[in-house]
T-cell receptor, first 112, second 118 residues
Framework: GDSVTQMEGPVTLSEEAFLTINCTYT??????LFWYVQYPGEGLQLLLK???ADDKGSNKGFEATYRKETTSFHLEKGSVQVSDSAVYFC???????????WGAGTKLIIKP | DGGITQSPKYLFRKEGQNVTLSCEQN?????MYWYRQDPGQGLRLIYY???????QKGDIAEGYSVSREKKESFPLTVTSAQKNPTAFYLC?????????????????FGPGTRLTVL
């Protein structure tokens, strides 16, 4: 079945460092891909999405490119801030229904 | 402002009691979802509803029940049959795929309810 695998956390970086959080997926067809962010004690917020191969989603300095050849959707940011500390979830939407398939989440800790 | 509200934010329950978590949305979305999140873990789907008066079990429906009498509301009842109910509960909504448009598969989340069984 469809699945999403994220790199295990926590990921700890210093402020202004470059961030990559890996996400790979297994799916049939052409799913949409998402990154959601969850700040402590809150619900999830959509960070970015991509709906087809080679699409790049971007928001708040974060980017991710839909790579069908490597079945990946890695999240990147050039210079992280303390305020980026959160849990990041990768997810996919199979094109057969509208349930989301979720990764386990990656906790990001940014130190000043 | 359009959005999803969940109440209460914190809820305490004694063992053996049923408790109902509220979820309301004014986004005019047809589909609604309930997820459970345990510390340090991802989201697990409890129930979802594509349309009023219809709902389906997710991956961990045992010990939970839902109703969908109105488009705007999708309450979740945690029953005494749920053996380990302490968790963070998240409600979400979306536009169904067959509605067309660019955001039909995007889920929008409420702020969550933290349930603790005493």
């Amino acid at each position: 079945g469809d699945s999403v695998t994220q790199m295990e956390g926590p990921v700890t970086l210093s402020e202004e460092a470059f961030l990559t959080i890996n996400c790979t997926y297994t799916a049939t067809g052409y799913p949409s891909l998402f990154w959601y962010v969850q700040y402590p004690g809150e619900g999830l917020q959509l960070l970015l999405k991509a709906t087809k191969a080679d699409d790049k989603g971007s928001n708040k300095g974060f980017e991710a490119t839909y790579r069908k050849e490597t079945t990946s959707f890695h999240l990147e940011k050039g210079s992280v801030q303390v305020s980026d500390s959160a849990v990041y979830f990768c997810a996919l939407s199979p094109d057969s229904n509208y349930q989301l398939i979720w990764g386990a989440g990656t906790k990001l800790i940014i130190k000043p | 402002d359009g959005g999803i509200t969940q109440s209460p934010k914190y809820l305490f329950r004694k063992e053996g009691q049923n408790v109902t978590l509220s979820c309301e949305q004014n986004l005019n979305h047809d589909a609604m979802y309930w997820y459970r999140q345990d510390p340090g873990q991802g989201l697990r789907l409890i129930y979802y509803s594509q349309i009023v008066n219809d709902f389906q079990k997710g991956d961990i429906a045992e010990g939970y029940s839902v109703s969908r009498e109105k488009k705007e509301s999708f309450p979740l009842t945690v029953t005494s049959a749920q053996k380990n109910p302490t968790a963070f509960y998240l409600c979400a909504s979306s536009i169904p795929l067959d509605s067309g448009g660019p955001n039909t598969d995007t889920q929008y989340f409420g702020p969550g309810t933290r349930l603790t069984v005493l």
